[in-house]
T-cell receptor, first 113, second 114 residues
Framework: AQKVTQAQTEISVVEKEDVTLDCVYE???????LFWYKQPPSGELVFLIR??????QNEISGRYSWNFQKSTSSFNFTITASQVVDSAVYFC??????????FGSGTRLQVQP | DADVTQTPRNRITKTGKRIMLECSQT?????MYWYRQDPGLGLRLIYY???????NKGEISDGYSVSRQAQAKFSLSLESAIPNQTALYFC?????????????FGPGTRLTVT
């Protein structure tokens, strides 16, 4: 069975602080993909990143970075120098085999000015 | 125009009523999905379809049915709505041929069952 755990229900930071959102996944498949989505207050889901199970290189995109570690089954997301516009709910998701996405329960990030 | 559209965007209905949520896509994707989002639970899969003749139940299909009328259209029906089906519903699409493809989400339908 597939499972994604986002243990942090809600995080509050002050603008310009760095923040890391944790994601732990479970799967017996050797080939899988991990995703992060952002859901701003307006409600839509915005794709942020996709990472496959064979590529453990960390990725950086502007203020966003992702740390994928197969040894700990984690795919953590860091926002550097957070901004108010980063306030949203962030979802980690897992895709394996001939299935659909399995989502974590989400982490609500509030960035205070 | 949006690639994945959902109608209606908001709906209030009464217990016992039949309601249909519609999803259309212009991305030419084979695969379509319906999810529901409840506070604190993330998104959970209701049904998915890998082509017009391939429809599969997700983890919470009870109380729901679907119809894949064409490659571009995937409808979700609540035959007899109940209050605990109040949620935000998302349709999504992805390209076929592999498991790696990103899912593109519609804007969501907020359904309230009173």
């Amino acid at each position: 069975a597939q499972k994604v755990t986002q243990a942090q229900t809600e995080i509050s930071v002050v603008e310009k602080e760095d923040v890391t959102l944790d994601c732990v996944y479970e799967t017996r498949d050797t080939t899988y993909y991990l995703f992060w989505y952002k859901q701003p207050p307006s409600g839509e889901l915005v794709f942020l990143i996709r990472r496959n199970s064979f590529d453990e290189q960390n990725e950086i995109s502007g203020r966003y970075s992702w740390n994928f570690q197969k040894s700990t089954s984690s795919f953590n997301f860091t926002i550097t120098a957070s901004q108010v516009v980063d306030s949203a709910v962030y979802f980690c998701a897992l895709l394996t085999g001939r299935r659909a996405l399995t989502f974590g329960s989400g982490t609500r990030l509030q960035v205070q000015p | 125009d949006a690639d994945v559209t959902q109608t209606p965007r908001n709906r209030i209905t009464k217990t016992g009523k039949r309601i249909m949520l519609e999803c259309s896509q212009t991305k030419g994707h084979d695969r379509m999905y319906w999810y529901r989002q409840d506070p604190g639970l993330g998104l959970r899969l209701i049904y998915y379809s890998f082509d017009v003749k391939d429809i599969n139940k997700g983890e919470i299909s009870d109380g729901y049915s679907v119809s894949r009328q064409a490659q571009a259209k995937f409808s979700l029906s609540l035959e007899s709505a109940i209050p605990n089906q109040t949620a935000l519903y998302f349709c999504a699409t992805s390209a076929g041929g592999g498991i790696s493809y990103e899912q593109y989400f519609g804007p969501g339908t907020r359904l309230t069952v009173t």
